[in-house]
């Protein structure tokens, strides 16, 4: 069953036929990069936001009234204490929480200003949009190529040079194509973790999302590689807007432009924002005090 459920997950996140088609308008190529992206050029301000956002799992609320904004082509964190409901947040921005039996959520999620909880909403192509890179390195047990071939494949594209350069230009960007390009046919198993970590990024970037959310993506990596996944999301930044929940303070400081911080009052009760804002201010001059102690080691 592993495999099913993997397959569900990137499925959630793959773009529609259409979209990946448009790549071969008239030839059987991908169009040239200016091109690609001026495709992708951002509204100023804020990509997403968050408006009165509350969640339930089977009736229980783990998030309550979360308003925040998602500043375009930038790196937000977000953090708290565990069990604060900051993956669950993270899931609420393209829907995922719906794959969850008994998941309930209100308020008001916009993706340039269109609330994608709406009634009709294109919800394969929401999650076309917004991709999600999670926790553990989940590389299907296929060659590198097929990996990030998979998404274009799924959804009708079959050329092969069309496939080639969807395939290079992702693990490009995704700093890996120097380590891997002589392994493409090799099982991407075998790769380090850091390695299957970045293929992951790489298998999202295949369908052109516009928003990335990572959830704990270097937890289970080393220094090394965690540096090079660092690295990396301060190069992706210049195209895309990316969303991380990190218990890492230290990493929040490091890679990100802007900070929300979520916490709970007690055991079992719903997580809530305590403070958002520029990263630098948020743990340099915190306005809340709640933040400077969660900060400051004194709780979480």
């Given at each position: ?64 009234d979360i308003s925040m904004p998602i500043p375009a082509r930038s790196i937000t964190a ?223």
């Amino acid at each position: 069953m592993p495999c099913e459920a993997d397959e569900e997950e990137v499925r959630g996140v793959k773009v529609s036929r259409e979209a990946l088609l448009e790549v071969m308008e008239g030839e059987s190529d991908l169009p040239p990069d200016d091109e690609m992206e001026g495709e992708k050029d951002l509204a100023q301000g804020n990509k997403m936001e968050l408006s009165g956002l509350s969640l339930s799992y089977g009736g229980k609320k783990v998030l309550e009234d979360i308003s925040m904004p998602i500043p375009a082509r930038s790196i937000t964190a977000v953090i708290g204490p565990s069990g604060c409901g900051k993956s669950s947040l993270l899931r609420c921005l393209n829907r995922m929480n719906e794959l969850v039996d008994g998941a309930r959520v209100e308020g008001k999620v916009y993706l340039d200003g269109e609330d994608v909880y709406a009634p009709g909403f294109d919800v394969v192509g929401l999650r076309r949009r917004v991709g999600m890179v999670f926790q553990k390195p989940n590389p299907f047990p296929k060659s590198v190529y097929e990996n990030v071939a998979y998404g274009p494949r799924l959804y009708g594209v079959r050329q092969k040079k069309v496939l080639d350069r969807i395939v290079e230009e992702s693990l490009r960007r995704a700093a890996l194509w120097d380590e891997v390009k002589d392994k493409l046919g090799s099982s991407a198993l075998a790769l380090s973790g850091g390695q299957q970590q970045r293929l992951c990024i790489a298998r999202v970037l295949a369908v052109q999302p516009e928003v990335i959310l990572l959830d704990e993506p270097c937890s289970a990596l080393d220094p090394i590689s965690t540096q090079r996944i660092e690295d990396l999301l301060h190069e992706l930044k210049e195209m895309y807007t990316i969303v991380i929940v990190t218990h890492n303070m230290q990493q929040a400081a490091r890679v990100s432009d802007f900070t929300a911080f979520i916490t709970i009052e007690e055991q079992g009760s719903p997580g809530r924002l305590v403070e958002f804002g520029e990263t630098e201010e948020v743990f340099t001059n915190p306005r809340k005090k709640k933040t400077e102690d969660y900060i400051t080691g004194r709780f979480g």
